[in-house]
């Protein structure tokens, strides 16, 4: 997690971020003469990312830096980030090595290396010369900014400690000597002539210099704005490419001094950075669309292909859910009307399913542009994966239209059904007001709910796209239709709408099914989440309240209080316990259905507009205003142990501070610590008590015989043929053979405690047992034939304590086991034994009442609707 860091959380944790690949800054191109292969270098946010350009695989993501990254330079072996007045030089593509500071008074936005050389400039007109290794100033230069305002750095090939200064002003310099008139200056790069630099105008034009001779060979102009970024092809033709603000690209051939081809919307936005791949047919751009792309040139005329593309959205998000069981991809829809696929496991899953057209076959026929036909932006979709093989799975809604379309996941497209009202029901003045607001596909994958603005809800088969019915008569709300959804077998529909109403209809005689004792809601509610499971209908009202109704009784089971702003969405936890909630007050809340309390919240730096948990409940996603990625929260009560606590209503977070996860980790661990409790080793003298000990000290004793006749060798040990050859011996004057001591049998070591069993004082002999293993305890109570009585009188202290009370009842069968007629025979033993026997039926008895309270309780807690 970049830019949203949570902080306060004890359920959640910071994962990662999915769909992030660039931003407005250009790339950076690296060649690895080990590995043989080129890397591109993208800043995204406070990081950068590393990928390889042979199949744009994420290489590596830098270490957090304390700001946004201004610019990037790159040399062989160090990655150099600005962020406001510091540079940054990174090694391995993720690890800080150095830190160049207190030189820049303002922020540093362009950076250069040469050799073990850096070059900052920052918007003041210092420009700052670094020596790498050591982290010292150099070189010291300012500029006037009035005069001479630094817009652009580059390094004329084969000139020794030569830089390139651009102006925004109508001059450029380099060398600090010659001065060369141009128009404001946006962009310059070397091309594969000696001597000769290309320079981009912020006017469109694109100059072609000599830079030792001080004359402009050829010129150039674009029509769309100013140049972003220039490129020279290095593998034969001489083409140069060039980018606008537009997103498009254009390619020039400098012997015929002409346009070769154009690329429209290479990107959806400006083109930040382009570059040929030295002696290679490839074009590599990344725009400030969330795009990195690798283009080829391999058809006659110039024209050029995508060969392969990493891309997110280029608006933020405004719905996500998880699509399938299996909880790995997430389906996302943006406000630049794209509806994508992004995977939790590895990117190479990703796909983008395209933006929706009005009609591709008109496009054709009359020759209109594409961007003419775009649908809006998806508002609402449901998704469902049952027989997403057979037909388009998945419904959305566009923002102002009234119809519905389908899209199919696995074909990746826009699917073929345009789900529209019926004519007969709306004439086409009310058609044009009317726009979809619902929409739900049941759990089968047939048929497909929708509810329009006009309070109308229909029902359509997701196969043929023929309208089935309706429900109401003639509409389901007074008002628009804010929600619907189905149950997992196909016999209720739920349906909220604007008149403050929620409403129960028969799936297939689509009639009536209200509860006799309808809830009633204060506000109205703007959506509502079912978990089909449980049964469980979560409602958010419009006065910031959360209600949650048992569909099985229509009655009002939890009511949560506590957002103090719009709530955006809801999900629900696999299993039904919690209900998860995100707000405009920046804060994501969990709430516990069976404690009626919230359990969890943590507070976001930006508000939440759409948040998913994953079906097997390992991951929760979130989509954020003003931000292009999908950010993943892992659940650390999948992987760890857990405490929540029950948080009062108005329970305000703190502010994160852009601390890692790693440090919110250690506080979580911190806090877990100073929780812990040491258990006594008996609450309560009436309280029956368990020993500590582990099972295997205890549980075979009474079948110890069997075990060890199991555990016996088919062939018994043999003795070996010789003695050693070394015989151990004893030091002296006449040396004799080391005899082995003879075992120290524990049965003299439990006599000489015998005393205490005789004075009541049991403490050291148990503590002699709990030490033995269970062959050593066999052992002892096999030698103990003379103190049988006292053995019983310390069974009997132990239930009169109730402690060990499991290992007192293992001690005893073993006891009866060996010595049952010795201890009938004697009188003292029976008239203990009984005393025994009346103590472990007035135990049990107790334990007994509580066994069945805790049982009717279990019973009633799993059964009764709450």
Same mark, same amino acid.
């Given at each position: 997690m970049l830019a949203?860091?949570v902080?306060?959380?004890?359920?959640f944790?910071?994962?990662r971020?999915?769909?992030?690949?660039?931003?407005h800054?250009?790339?950076?191109l690296r060649?690895h003469?080990r590995?043989?292969?080129?890397?591109v270098t993208?800043?995204?946010g406070n990081?950068f990312?590393?990928y390889?350009?042979? !199949?744009?695989?994420i290489? +590596?993501?830098?270490? #957090?830096l304390p700001?946004?990254?201004s610019c &990037?330079?790159?040399? *062989?072996? %160090?990655?150099?980030?600005a962020?406001g007045r510091d540079?940054?030089?990174f090694a391995r593509?993720k690890?800080i090595?150095?830190?160049?500071s207190h030189?820049?008074?303002s922020?540093?936005?362009?950076?250069?290396?040469?050799?073990d050389?850096?070059?900052?400039?920052d918007?003041?007109g210092?420009?700052?010369?670094w020596?790498?290794?050591t982290?010292e100033?150099?070189l010291?230069?300012?500029f006037?900014p009035a005069?001479?305002?630094?817009?652009a750095l580059a390094?004329p090939?084969?000139y020794l400690?030569?830089?390139?200064?651009?102006?925004s002003q109508?001059?450029?310099?380099?060398?600090?000597?010659?001065v060369?008139?141009f128009? !404001?200056?946006q962009?310059? +790069?070397?091309s594969? #002539?000696?001597?000769?630099?290309g320079?981009g &105008?912020?006017?469109? *034009?694109? %100059?072609l210099?000599?830079i030792r001779?001080?004359?402009?060979?050829?010129?150039?102009?674009?029509?769309?704005?100013p140049?972003?970024?220039?490129?020279?092809?290095t593998?034969?033709?001489p083409?140069?490419a060039?980018?606008?603000p537009?997103g498009?690209m254009?390619?020039w051939?400098?012997?015929s001094?002409?346009l070769?081809?154009?690329l429209r919307?290479a990107h959806?936005?400006?083109?930040?950075g382009?570059?040929?791949?030295?002696?290679?047919?490839?074009?590599?751009?990344?725009?400030?669309?969330?795009?990195?792309?690798?283009?080829?040139f391999?058809?006659?005329?110039?024209?050029a292909r995508?060969?392969?593309s990493r891309?997110g959205?280029?608006?933020?998000p405004?719905t996500?859910?998880h699509?399938g069981?299996?909880?790995?991809d997430?389906l996302?829809?943006?406000?630049?009307?794209t509806?994508?696929?992004?995977?939790?496991v590895h990117?190479?899953?990703?796909?983008s399913?395209g933006?929706?057209?009005?009609?591709?076959?008109?496009?054709?026929?009359?020759?209109?542009k594409?961007?003419?036909?775009?649908l809006?932006?998806?508002?609402?979709?449901?998704?469902?994966?049952?027989?997403?093989g057979?037909?388009d799975?998945?419904?959305a809604?566009?923002?102002?239209?009234?119809?519905?379309?389908t899209?199919?996941?696995?074909r990746?497209?826009m699917?073929?059904h345009?789900?529209?009202?019926?004519?007969?029901?709306?004439?086409?003045?009310?058609?044009?007001?009317v726009?979809?607001?619902?929409v739900?596909?049941?759990?089968?994958?047939?048929?497909?709910?929708?509810?329009?603005?006009s309070?109308?809800?229909?029902?359509?088969?997701?196969q043929?796209?023929?309208h089935?019915g309706h429900y109401?008569?003639?509409?389901?709300?007074?008002?628009?239709v804010?929600g619907?959804?189905?149950?997992g077998l196909?016999q209720?529909?739920?349906?909220?709408?604007?008149?403050?109403?929620?409403r129960?209809?028969?799936?297939?005689?689509?009639?009536?099914?209200?509860?006799?004792?309808?809830?009633?809601?204060?506000s109205?509610?703007?959506?509502?989440?079912?978990?089909?499971?449980?049964g469980?209908?979560a409602l958010a009202?419009?006065?910031?309240?959360?209600?949650?109704?048992?569909?099985?009784t229509g009655?009002v089971?939890r009511?949560f209080?506590g957002?103090s702003g719009k709530?955006?969405?809801l999900t629900?936890?696999?299993d039904?316990?919690?209900l998860?909630?995100?707000?405009?007050d920046?804060?994501?809340?969990?709430?516990?259905?069976?404690s009626?309390?919230m359990?969890?919240?943590?507070?976001c730096?930006t508000?939440?507009v759409?948040v998913?948990?994953?079906?097997?409940?390992d991951?929760?996603?979130s989509?954020?205003?003003?931000?292009?990625?999908?950010?993943?929260w892992?659940?650390?009560s999948?992987y760890?142990?857990v405490?929540l606590?029950?948080?009062?209503a108005?329970?305000q977070?703190?502010t994160?501070?852009?601390?890692?996860?790693?440090?919110?980790g250690?506080?979580d661990e911190?806090?877990?610590?100073?929780?812990?409790?040491?258990?006594?080793?008996?609450l309560?003298?009436?309280?029956?008590t368990?020993t500590?000990l582990?099972e295997?000290?205890?549980?075979?004793l009474?079948?110890?015989?069997?075990?060890k006749?199991?555990?016996q060798?088919q062939?018994p040990?043999?003795?070996?043929?010789?003695?050693?050859?070394?015989l151990?011996?004893v030091?002296?004057?006449q040396?004799?053979?080391?005899?082995?001591?003879?075992?120290v049998?524990q049965?003299?070591?439990?006599?000489?405690?015998?005393?205490?069993?005789?004075?009541?004082?049991?403490?050291?002999?148990l503590?002699?047992?709990?030490s033995?293993?269970?062959s050593?305890?066999?052992?002892?109570?096999r030698?103990?034939s003379?103190?049988?009585?006292?053995?019983?009188q310390?069974?009997?202290?132990?239930?009169e304590?109730?402690r060990?009370?499991?290992?007192?009842?293992a001690?005893?069968?073993l006891l009866?086991?060996l010595?049952?007629?010795?201890?009938?025979?004697?009188p003292?033993?029976?008239a203990?034994l009984?005393?025994?026997?009346?103590?472990?039926?007035?135990?049990?008895a107790?334990?007994r009442?509580?066994?069945?309270?805790?049982?009717?309780?279990?019973?009633?807690?799993k059964?009764?609707?709450?």
């Amino acid at each position: 997690m970049l830019a949203h860091e949570v902080t306060g959380s004890s359920l959640f944790s910071g994962f990662r971020a999915l769909g992030l690949y660039s931003n407005h800054l250009p790339h950076v191109l690296r060649y690895h003469a080990r590995h043989r292969e080129f890397y591109v270098t993208t800043a995204v946010g406070n990081r950068f990312h590393t990928y390889n350009v042979k !199949k744009l695989g994420i290489i +590596a993501v830098s270490n #957090a830096l304390p700001g946004d990254i201004s610019c &990037l330079a790159a040399d *062989r072996m %160090l990655v150099f980030a600005a962020v406001g007045r510091d540079v940054y030089a990174f090694a391995r593509n993720k690890e800080i090595v150095h830190h160049y500071s207190h030189a820049h008074a303002s922020d540093v936005h362009l950076l250069l290396v040469l050799g073990d050389t850096l070059v900052s400039a920052d918007h003041d007109g210092l420009l700052v010369v670094w020596d790498v290794p050591t982290q010292e100033e150099y070189l010291r230069l300012t500029f006037d900014p009035a005069t001479f305002d630094l817009s652009a750095l580059a390094h004329p090939s084969t000139y020794l400690n030569k830089v390139l200064l651009g102006s925004s002003q109508v001059n450029f310099r380099y060398n600090y000597t010659r001065v060369c008139r141009f128009y !404001k200056k946006q962009f310059s +790069a070397q091309s594969p #002539a000696v001597d000769v630099m290309g320079v981009g &105008l912020s006017s469109g *034009r694109i %100059l072609l210099h000599d830079i030792r001779a001080d004359k402009t060979l050829m010129s150039f102009s674009q029509d769309w704005g100013p140049v972003t970024t220039l490129s020279f092809r290095t593998d034969g033709p001489p083409i140069m490419a060039a980018g606008g603000p537009g997103g498009h690209m254009a390619f020039w051939d400098l012997e015929s001094r002409r346009l070769v081809t154009q690329l429209r919307h290479a990107h959806r936005s400006a083109v930040a950075g382009a570059t040929f791949l030295p002696s290679q047919q490839l074009l590599l751009t990344n725009g400030a669309d969330n795009a990195l792309k690798v283009w080829v040139f391999e058809q006659e005329g110039g024209v050029a292909r995508l060969l392969r593309s990493r891309q997110g959205h280029s608006a933020p998000p405004t719905t996500i859910r998880h699509h399938g069981n299996a909880g790995r991809d997430i389906l996302s829809a943006g406000q630049d009307g794209t509806l994508q696929s992004f995977s939790s496991v590895h990117e190479r899953f990703n796909k983008s399913l395209g933006h929706g057209s009005a009609n591709k076959k008109m496009t054709k026929k009359k020759g209109l542009k594409f961007e003419e036909i775009l649908l809006p932006p998806i508002t609402c979709f449901s998704s469902e994966s049952a027989r997403e093989g057979d037909w388009d799975g998945v419904v959305a809604l566009h923002r102002g239209e009234a119809a519905a379309r389908t899209w199919n996941y696995q074909r990746c497209t826009m699917g073929k059904h345009r789900l529209a009202p019926p004519a007969d029901r709306l004439d086409n003045a009310r058609l044009s007001n009317v726009h979809t607001t619902a929409v739900d596909i049941t759990s089968c994958g047939n048929f497909v709910l929708i509810g329009w603005s006009s309070g109308h809800l229909d029902v359509y088969n997701l196969q043929s796209g023929i309208h089935r019915g309706h429900y109401g008569n003639p509409t389901a709300h007074v008002g628009a239709v804010r929600g619907v959804c189905v149950d997992g077998l196909n016999q209720r529909v739920f349906s909220v709408g604007a008149d403050c109403l929620l409403r129960a209809w028969r799936f297939k005689t689509r009639s009536h099914d209200d509860p006799a004792h309808p809830p009633k809601l204060d506000s109205a509610p703007s959506m509502l989440r079912l978990h089909r499971d449980s049964g469980m209908l979560a409602l958010a009202l419009d006065d910031l309240t959360l209600v949650v109704i048992d569909t099985e009784t229509g009655r009002v089971v939890r009511k949560f209080l506590g957002h103090s702003g719009k709530i955006n969405d809801l999900t629900f936890s696999p299993d039904g316990r919690w209900l998860i909630s995100a707000s405009m007050d920046c804060t994501i809340r969990t709430w516990d259905l069976p404690s009626g309390c919230m359990v969890d919240c943590f507070l976001c730096e930006t508000a939440a507009v759409s948040v998913s948990l994953s079906p097997i409940g390992d991951f929760l996603s979130s989509a954020h205003v003003d931000s292009l990625g999908i950010y993943l929260w892992s659940n650390k009560s999948i992987y760890s142990l857990v405490s929540l606590r029950p948080l009062p209503a108005d329970y305000q977070p703190v502010t994160g501070h852009g601390e890692s996860c790693v440090t919110l980790g250690d506080e979580d661990e911190d806090q877990m610590a100073s929780a812990c409790w040491d258990s006594q080793e008996q609450l309560e003298r009436h309280l029956v008590t368990m020993t500590s000990l582990p099972e295997s000290r205890w549980r075979n004793l009474f079948n110890l015989d069997v075990v060890k006749r199991r555990n016996q060798p088919q062939q018994p040990p043999q003795r070996p043929a010789a003695a050693p050859y070394f015989l151990p011996t004893v030091s002296g004057l006449q040396p004799s053979f080391q005899t082995p001591e003879a075992p120290v049998n524990q049965v003299l070591s439990y006599y000489y405690h015998s005393w205490n069993i005789v004075t009541a004082s049991y403490v050291a002999p148990l503590a002699l047992l709990k030490s033995l293993g269970p062959s050593a305890v066999d052992l002892e109570l096999r030698g103990l034939s003379p103190d049988l009585v006292a053995f019983l009188q310390m069974l009997e202290a132990m239930l009169e304590e109730r402690r060990d009370f499991d290992l007192a009842q293992a001690y005893l069968a073993l006891l009866l086991k060996l010595y049952l007629r010795p201890l009938s025979a004697d009188p003292l033993a029976v008239a203990t034994l009984q005393r025994l026997l009346g103590r472990l039926e007035t135990i049990w008895a107790e334990l007994r009442v509580s066994f069945d309270q805790s049982l009717c309780l279990l019973t009633y807690t799993k059964t009764a609707l709450l």
